[in-house]
C-alpha cells in the first residue's frame, strides 16, 4: 500500500507542477482577451492536452489474467508544430501583427489603443502526467483506470482527474492462429481545472504487439475527439465562455516495453496533427 500512495503522491506532484502552474499564467493572459481572440490564442493548448489525453493507455495488445494488473506513472508531453505559436488578432479599426499564441514567445504581446494582446507563456510542449491502473477481467478483457481526487491548487481552485479505458483481445474470434496479439480498444478522461478549465477527450484503438524475449513491441492506430471548456472574467469587461475542439482525428503509435521481474517500463511515439512522447513505468502481476 506504501508503493501504491507513493507513486500516486508522484504523479499529483508531477500534474501538479507541471501543467496547474503553467495554466495559471495561460488564464492571466486570457483575463485580457475577448472570446474571439481567447480562443485563437488557447487553441494549441486545447490540442495538446486532448493529444495527451488520449495517449499511454496500451502498451500491448494482449490482455492480463482475470485479476492480474499493473499500476504505474505515464508521463507524455504533446510538441506543438512552430505555425501554431502565432496568431492574428482582431481588434476593431486596427490591422495587428501576428502574435504569440499560448505556446508562443512570452516576451511578446502588444497594445493598440488600450487594447491588450497578451505574451506567449513559453511552453515549447505541453505536459501531462496520470497514475494508471490495469486490471484483467473475464474474456481477455483488460479495464484501465486513471483518477486523481480534487487537490487544492492555490488560486486556480482544485484540480482533479478521472480517465478510464478498456482493451479487448481480439485473437480468441479469429478462427486461425495469427503471429502476433490485437485488440480493440477505446479511452475517455476528463480533467478539471477550478472552474476555469475542463478537458475530455475519446478515442477509438487497434492495437497489435508481439514479444520478443523481455521485449514486448506494440503499435496501434486511433481515431479520436477532444474538447475543452474555458470560463474566465475578462479584465474591463464580463465572463467570457467558450468551448473549443482539439484538432487530432487520428494518429499512428509505435513503441516498446521491456519487463524485469515485476517491474515494467515502456516508451512510445504518437504521430497525429500533434506528436506525442509517451513513458511508463510501475510493476505488474499479469
Not at 470560463?231 to 516498446?256: L, P
Request: proline content about 6%.
Amino acid at each position: 500500500m506504501r508503493v501504491f500512495k507513493m507513486v500516486q503522491c508522484v504523479a499529483m506532484l508531477a500534474f501538479l507542477t507541471a501543467s496547474v502552474i503553467a495554466q495559471g499564467k495561460v488564464l492571466d493572459n486570457l483575463k485580457e482577451l475577448d472570446e474571439t481572440n481567447g480562443k485563437m490564442y488557447i487553441q494549441p493548448l486545447v490540442n495538446g492536452v486532448g493529444m495527451n489525453m488520449s495517449s499511454g493507455f496500451f502498451h500491448s495488445a494482449k490482455s492480463h489474467s482475470v485479476l492480474g494488473f499493473e499500476f504505474g506513472v505515464v508521463a507524455m508531453v504533446a510538441m506543438a508544430p512552430n505555425k501554431d505559436k502565432e496568431y492574428t488578432p482582431v481588434v476593431p479599426g486596427y490591422t495587428p501583427d501576428p502574435a504569440p499564441t499560448v505556446i508562443g514567445d512570452k516576451n511578446g504581446g502588444a497594445n493598440y489603443g488600450g487594447t491588450t494582446i497578451p505574451p506567449g507563456v513559453g511552453i515549447n510542449t505541453i505536459p501531462f502526467v496520470a497514475p494508471q491502473l490495469i486490471v484483467g477481467v473475464p474474456f481477455k478483457t483488460d479495464i484501465i483506470v486513471r483518477f486523481m481526487p480534487k487537490v487544492k491548487a492555490g488560486d486556480m481552485g482544485k484540480v482533479s482527474m478521472l480517465g478510464f479505458g478498456v482493451k479487448h483481445n481480439l485473437n480468441q474470434w479469429i478462427p486461425v492462429p495469427l503471429p502476433l496479439d490485437v485488440a480493440a480498444g477505446l479511452t475517455y478522461q476528463s480533467v478539471d481545472v477550478g472552474s476555469y478549465l475542463s478537458a475530455s477527450a475519446s478515442s477509438y484503438h487497434l492495437i497489435a504487439s508481439k514479444k520478443l524475449l523481455l521485449f514486448n513491441f506494440y503499435g496501434g492506430f486511433a481515431v479520436e475527439s477532444s474538447s475543452m471548456d474555458i470560463t474566465y472574467d475578462q479584465n474591463g469587461g464580463g465572463k467570457v465562455k467558450f468551448s473549443a475542439d482539439g484538432v487530432n482525428k487520428s494518429r499512428v503509435y509505435g513503441g516498446v516495453s521491456i519487463s524485469l521481474l515485476l517491474m515494467y517500463l515502456n516508451a512510445d511515439i504518437d504521430l497525429g496533427k500533434y506528436k506525442a512522447a509517451n513513458v511508463g513505468v510501475g510493476f505488474k502481476i499479469r
